[in-house]
C-alpha cells in the first residue's frame, strides 16, 4: 500500500477552537465506526461521518480540488470527535461518498 501523500494534508494540524467543537458537539453521537478488518498487511476501518456535519467543519479541513476533506493528522480528526484508540492513520476518503472516512 501506498504511502500518505503528505501533499494532502495540512503541513501541520490545525486545531479546532473551542467555538468549532462546540459547534461539532451535537454530531457526535451519530458518529459510526465499523468494525475493523484487515488484508495481509494492515488492519482497516472507516468511520462515517453525519453529512450534515461537513457542513460544520472549517474550511481548511477540506481539499477543495477534491471535493472532500483531507487527509487529516491524528489530532484533528480526534478534534473533530472521532474516538478511536491510538495507531489509527486517516490514509483515505471514499470520495463517492466524503463523508466517509478510511483508516489504517
Not at 11 to 35: H, M, N, Q
Not at 45 to 74: C, N
Not at 80 to 92: A, D, F, N, T, V
Amino acid at each position: 500500500m501506498a504511502d500518505i501523500d503528505p501533499a494532502r494534508r495540512n503541513k501541520k494540524p490545525r486545531p479546532l477552537s473551542d467555538a468549532e467543537k462546540a459547534v461539532l458537539e451535537e454530531f457526535l453521537d451519530a458518529i459510526i465506526y465499523s468494525g475493523r478488518y484487515s488484508d495481509n498487511e494492515n488492519e482497516f476501518r472507516h468511520v462515517q461521518l453525519p453529512k450534515a456535519m461537513l457542513k460544520a467543519i472549517p474550511k481548511e479541513y477540506f481539499d477543495q480540488s477534491r471535493g472532500t476533506l483531507k487527509l487529516l493528522w491524528e489530532a484533528e480528526w480526534r478534534d473533530l470527535g472521532i474516538l478511536q484508540s491510538l495507531g489509527w492513520e486517516h490514509y483515505e476518503v471514499h470520495e463517492p461518498e466524503p463523508h466517509i472516512l478510511l483508516f489504517k
